[in-house]
């Protein structure tokens, strides 16, 4: 579980709360344009150590059947990911 | 067994956000989030994290989360955790994540009296070094030498002439019940230190180097490198303090290269040998209080 993006984005007046609460989590949009060059992981080299799990300051690297996968929506590129995994099972491709 | 990344917490807590790529101070929050789970209640000044965390309506925190006023992250928490006792609530962490200057200038005498009266909350220091939300300006946890938009670098000044603020130091002199530092370089360290400080009564401060590929002029993948390598060099250690003792937790066996780590980012480049050497032989002082005062 996780903060997950929403079909409704409110944009009228009425929509705003009156207070200055709101759900908590709510996300309207994807932050995958930011990035220029994606993460790839080979999993017939990845050990599941989940390094890159722990380092990336997105999150976007989750747990799946004992190795990781990525959710490209969240991932802006860093690189951080291919830096820490000690093993060179990630590699950075040019975004077409 | 203390956390680690097999056993932590599978739900993101700060997910979505908008810091830049790499961002030190983003990774530290995370972390401290999962440990802490969804039972606490995060309490975030002006700054990066809590500007890349609430653009209604993306909002990215899964927990509880509340901006407070610059100055006021530590009264708040110790608000939030006095209005969950009077609603009979116990199972809670009221944790701050405030940034340098959030912290050491601005949020200083909040804090102070925070440790003072020894609310129960969790203060969390996320330390870039500058004000880098506004653009990058001078804070009193800017170290001496670095080159930010209001301590340029020219002829006769290079940078800041001001060394780092002693913030660690500062909140032990309290007798505050848990205080220690940290590195998003080593964060199986860090989150033994968040998961011990969420065991304690009482004030709980920590102090974690994160940095900021923005401001200290570094690539985005070497975010976790950098904060591994000023550690490594001395320039940061990663301590505790309890029960009035100081505590090393890591000691390099030899001190990494000081200029190397320096000239790797363009916030240092302007730096001339002889204040490489001023540099060196602050931390060599340093490491003598260390090696004094610390067991």
């Known amino acids: 579980m996780k903060p997950y993006l929403r079909d409704f984005v409110p944009k009228n007046l009425e929509d705003i709360p009156d207070t200055t609460s709101y759900e908590a989590g709510y996300l309207v949009t994807k932050n995958a344009g930011w990035r220029s060059i994606r993460p790839v992981i080979d999993n017939t080299q990845c050990v599941g150590c989940l390094a890159c799990y722990l380092h990336c300051p997105d999150g976007v690297i989750f747990k799946s059947n004992g190795k990781v996968e990525i959710d490209y929506d969240f991932c802006k590129g860093c690189g951080i990911c291919k830096n820490v995994c000690r093993l060179g099972a990630i590699r950075m491709e040019a975004e077409k | ?295």
């Open chain 2, 1 to 295: 067994m203390a956390v680690n990344a097999k056993t932590l917490n599978e739900t993101e807590f700060f997910y979505g956000h908008k810091a830049c790529a790499g961002c030190g101070g983003s990774l530290a929050v995370r972390i401290a989030l999962k440990v802490l789970g969804e039972n606490s209640i995060a309490v975030l000044p002006a700054g990066c994290m809590s500007a890349v965390g609430f653009n209604f309506p993306q909002l990215c925190f899964g927990n509880n989360a509340i901006i407070s006023t610059f100055a006021g992250t530590a009264s708040m928490l110790t608000g939030v955790a006095a209005g969950l006792r009077a609603q009979g609530i116990t199972d809670f962490h009221a944790v701050g994540f405030a940034g340098d200057g959030g912290t050491a200038d601005i949020g200083l005498q909040a804090l102070s009296g925070a440790i003072d009266r020894n609310d129960d909350i969790l203060y969390i220091c996320y330390d870039n070094e500058a004000y880098m939300n506004t653009g990058i300006q001078k804070s009193s946890l800017t170290p001496f030498g670095a080159k930010t938009t209001t301590t340029p670098a020219g002829k006769n000044i290079r940078g800041n002439l001001r060394p780092k603020k002693n913030m660690f130091e500062i909140v032990a002199a309290h007798g505050i019940s848990y205080a220690a530092t940290a590195s998003v370089g080593y964060l199986n360290d860090f989150m033994k230190k968040v998961e011990k400080a969420s065991k304690i009564k009482g004030t709980k401060y920590i102090h974690i180097i994160a940095p900021c590929p923005t401001g200290w002029g570094v690539k985005t993948d070497e975010t976790v490198d950098i904060a591994r390598e000023v550690v490594d060099c001395g320039l940061w250690y990663l301590a505790e303090y309890e029960n009035g003792q100081y505590t090393l937790n890591y000691r390099p066996n030899q001190f990494g290269d000081v200029a190397a780590y320096l000239q790797k980012q363009t916030r240092f480049k302007h730096l001339t040998e002889e204040d490489i050497q001023t540099i060196i032989s602050s931390r060599d002082t340093k490491w003598e209080f260390i090696n004094q005062n610390f067991h």
